[in-house]
């Protein structure tokens, strides 16, 4: 993809143990100047805004908050389709494109190639990210916490004296 996209880098921001192999995997391939490890940033919104495409490569999550946010400020997404997260959160050609796991890395590099030489595709589908998050704001995520209070409340049975236990 670096040959075909020379405009184009990558940013990967977070610290792991899969640091030191990344590193030498970059130098190895010549990319030092493409991509970068990053760290850690308290910055990840200006980091998001920034950007162009927010690709989540990973086979498994349980939520993805990182792909929330990322959508959340008008990124779309790449990821697996089999991630469960991903298919939570990333609705195919309407905020992201899915690949399958399936079909192995060539699959996510394909989907990344499609919205890297389609820039009006690429703008659609982050016009849409923004809104397709909506059910996690602040105002909703509360609002079905208290629904969930009320209901316990509502079902919950008429107190009655503790068991005695005896011995």
């Avoid at 997260?85 to 989907?111: C, F, I, R, T, Y």
């Amino acid at each position: 993809m670096a040959e075909r996209f020379p405009d184009w880098s990558l940013r990967i921001y977070g610290e792991g143990p899969e640091r030191p192999r990344l590193a030498a995997q970059i130098q190895r391939c010549g990319l030092g100047e493409r991509v970068r490890l990053m760290g850690q940033t308290k910055e990840i919104r200006q980091v998001y805004l920034a950007g162009d495409i927010f690709c989540h490569p990973a086979a498994h999550e349980g939520f993805g908050l990182a792909m929330l946010e990322a959508l959340a400020c008008g990124l779309p997404v790449v990821a697996f389709s089999e991630c469960q997260a991903a298919g939570e959160l990333v609705q195919h050609a309407h905020n992201g494109l899915l690949a399958s796991q399936a079909a192995g890395p060539a699959a996510l590099a394909d989907a990344l190639g499609l919205l890297m030489s389609d820039a009006g595709l690429r703008e659609r589908l982050a016009a849409m990210a923004p809104s397709s998050v909506t059910r996690f704001n602040r105002e909703t995520f509360a609002a079905s916490w208290c629904a969930v209070v009320d209901a316990l409340c509502e079902h919950q049975p008429t107190k009655q004296p503790p068991a005695r236990l005896v011995a």
